[in-house]
């Protein structure tokens, strides 16, 4: 069965470019980002794992750790992250983990539901490990998660806004509206009346009696 929100995250220990890691104890006080892609030295995978690369200063301004998951060796990691760097202009300066017995990807549910048919006629193709992302709490709880397909390059973004207001909201009683960046205004849920919504976060835009938006909170 796939993880759900609010779920555990499921602990592990595998070694990963940067030593071992022991899942739980890796993400520490921390949110982390947990991320898989097929096989090294792929096209697409190159540019994610490159725009990771230039992203990994403003992962760390938000208290995030980020991991990748690969089937491939932790010696294939190495040397791939040569290429990386020549794409990205900058040091790939994050862990991949060496996945190759697929334990992690089957306790996130990582692969594509070929996998899963009979062994006859299958490819390396139907075990690699689909493009799937979960941000992860300090609590090792699932936060969010999104898949995409094999061919199709994941917009990191997006995965940073989405962070964003994972952060935002967590333990609070607020939501975002779509298209949500930081900075704009937010959601106050309705656990909160009137008076007590704007006691806590100002003076209210009521668009509907039920979507109220009030200033950002710093």
């Known amino acids: 069965m796939s993880l759900r929100i609010n779920d555990t995250a499921p602990d592990f220990t595998a070694n990963s470019t940067e030593g071992q890691i022991s899942f739980h104890d890796w993400i520490g006080d921390s949110y982390a980002v947990l991320f898989s892609h097929p096989r090294d030295f792929t096209p697409v995978c190159t540019t ?37 760097e020549k794409v990205a ?52 709880k699932v936060r969010l998660t999104m898949t995409y397909p094999m061919s199709v390059g994941r917009n990191f973004a997006e995965i940073l806004r989405a962070l964003d207001a994972v952060q935002k909201t967590d333990g609070v009683p607020l939501a975002t509206p779509a298209n949500w960046v930081p900075g704009q205004d937010v959601i106050v849920a309705l656990a909160l009346d009137d008076a007590a919504a704007e006691a806590k976060y100002g003076q209210l835009n009521k668009a509907l009696p039920y979507l109220r938006f009030a200033k950002d909170p710093a």
Do not use: C
Request: cysteine-free.
């Open 48 to 84: 994610e794992f490159g725009v990771v690369a230039q992203l990994i200063p403003e992962f760390e301004k938000r208290g995030t750790k980020v991991l990748g998951v690969s089937v491939d060796s932790v010696e294939d990691h190495g040397k791939w992250k040569a290429d990386i």
């Open 89 to 140: 202009g900058t040091p790939a300066n994050f862990a991949i983990i060496d996945d190759t017995g697929l334990k992690v990807a089957k306790a996130y549910d990582m692969l594509p539901a070929d996998y899963y048919l009979p062994t006859e006629g299958r490819t390396p193709q139907h075990s690699a490990t689909v493009r799937t992302v979960f941000i992860i709490g300090p609590d090792k």
